[in-house]
């Protein structure tokens, strides 16, 4: 993995097994609210990008406090010590995108979205 690349090869991985993604944001109040694997889109840049159609409360707290965590994993990814499964916590910050190139583009992959949580990745670390 080139030092300057948050997301490592293991959790691109990770995105090609379905499992649950959880998202915590906390501002007006801690909230978490889930999503999957496979509706996570990384841009090149390792931005996370990902559809979002409820996530009110989610927006609320990231209107006052834009920091938030995920976690994802699966069971079809080997972790450390050939451990069956493995994950990763994701800290980073977070918008909406309601227009735009991306946001079309994520439109189309899942027409359901009402917005894009867009995530700058500030780390990535790998839990098992």
């Known amino acids: 993995m080139s030092q300057n690349r ?6 691109h991985e990770v995105l090609k097994h379905e499992g649950v993604v959880s998202i915590v ?3 007006v109040e801690p ?3 889930n999503t999957w694997n496979s509706f996570l889109v990384v841009t090149e840049d390792e931005r996370i990008l ?7 409360k989610t927006e609320k707290n990231v209107n006052v406090n834009n920091q938030v965590k995920i976690a994802l994993g699966t069971r079809g990814v080997l972790g450390y010590k050939d451990y069956p499964g ?3 916590v994701i800290t980073g910050t977070a918008k909406y995108i309601t227009s735009g190139d991306e946001y079309n583009m994520m439109k189309e992959k899942f027409s359901f979205l009402t917005r894009v949580l867009e ?5 990535a670390k790998q839990t098992l």
């Open 119 to 123: 995530i700058t990745v500030d780390q």
């Open 31 to 33: 909230h978490v609210v």
């Open 6 to 11: 948050k997301l490592s090869e293991k959790f």
């Open 50 to 56: 990902i559809p979002a159609y409820g996530f009110r």
């Open 25 to 27: 944001s906390w501002g």
């Open 86 to 88: 493995t994950g990763f």
